[in-house]
């Protein structure tokens, strides 16, 4: 290699871009502090291996490993951030989060209103979740909707290592709850490593690439998925924009509209359920602002309106792929 080529940069894997931004948080305040089941490095630093190393750097006392109830996690991060922590809770799976509805929907995000601002519920509630890896229907479903129709709450999805790192470190500091989904499928793709300490803004979604015919509205998995996509389409002399979101609530609707505006044309892509999902959202604000300049109606590609089969023909069947993005673009493009 020349002096003059410019050197490939480090790759990381989103397990690793998730304890990165733990981990940097963690050195900035001395309040912050991990709690869930298994999260310390005696019980090996989590069922993924997201937490591993912290609890070896920062003491158990910062990185506790909890009884298996998710009620008693929630209510124990609820009630130390109302006493000044930063906890960050980790619920093992997003299915299992229905246990801790009460805690989440009627506390955490309720807190603040209730008390006329005076108290803040400042807790990032990490969860895993994703249908691909045969983990059936009591352990894979995307609810990501539930959460964004719930004032107060911030929901998070990263779609890359750095994203996850930057996207985790800026969750711990919100004076809010913040849901961060971690998509499973996504842990052990590689991608370019930030530079330690790096900040995401909440709320700001990512250009992720540059179209003129169309743009792809997606976060989490389907963010690649419409990159790949996007590459296919341009051989057919289709030029897709690309957003990726990374945050549901807030929604930066400005970057949707100005995009959509340019290309007049919109696909919603997510991995949940089509019905009731966050695309229906999406398409239904793009409509109402931008209905007059629109060359077709918005799109929605999602997955099959059913609980995530266990069997793996099933489990391919249920979720959406590459091709129905593609279909959805040529509809209105052609």
């Given at each position: ?52 190393g ?54 955490a995000?309720?807190l ?14 990490r ?25 107060g709450?911030k ?42 300490g ?30 790949m ?106």
């Open positions: 290699m020349s002096a003059t080529a410019p050197v490939k940069a480090k790759t990381i894997n989103m397990v690793q871009g998730i304890n990165m931004g733990l981990a940097d948080a963690m050195r900035d305040d001395d309040r912050v502090f991990v709690l869930g089941e298994d999260v310390a490095d005696r019980e090996g630093g989590g069922v993924f291996g997201v937490t591993r912290l609890s070896s750097e920062f003491g158990e006392s910062r990185v506790r490993s909890t009884p298996i109830a998710e009620q008693a996690i929630m209510g124990a991060a609820i009630g130390a951030a109302i006493a000044g922590y930063r906890p960050v809770a980790e619920i093992m799976l997003m299915n299992f989060i229905t246990v801790a509805m009460d805690m989440v929907v009627n506390h995000a309720k603040r209103f209730m008390s006329g601002g005076q108290t803040n519920v400042p807790i990032v509630i969860t895993a979740t994703g249908s691909g890896v045969g983990n059936g229907g009591q352990h894979s479903d995307m609810l990501e909707a539930w959460f964004a129709h719930t004032a709450m929901v998070v999805v990263p779609s890359g290592p750095a994203e996850a790192a930057g996207l985790m470190y800026s969750s711990v500091f919100d004076d809010d709850p913040v849901l961060f989904i971690e998509t499973i499928p996504l842990y052990f793709v590689n991608g370019e490593a930030p530079v330690p790096t900040r995401i803004p909440l709320g700001k979604a990512k250009l992720a690439r540059v179209g003129a015919d169309v743009t792809l509205v997606a976060y989490g998995r389907a963010v690649n998925d419409s990159l996509a996007a590459e296919t389409l341009a051989k057919e002399g289709i030029s897709a924009e690309v957003l990726d979101l990374r945050t549901i609530s807030p929604l930066d609707m400005e970057a949707i509209l100005n995009s959509v505006a340019k290309t007049r044309r919109a696909v919603v892509i997510h991995e949940a359920v089509t019905p009731f999902g966050v695309g229906a959202e999406i398409s239904s604000r793009i409509h109402e602002q931008l209905f007059s300049d629109l060359k077709a109606p918005v799109q929605r590609v999602g997955s099959n309106y059913q609980p995530v089969p266990f069997s793996k023909p099933l489990e391919s069947d249920f979720i959406y792929g590459q091709s129905q993005i593609i279909d959805a673009v040529r509809k209105i493009t052609r």
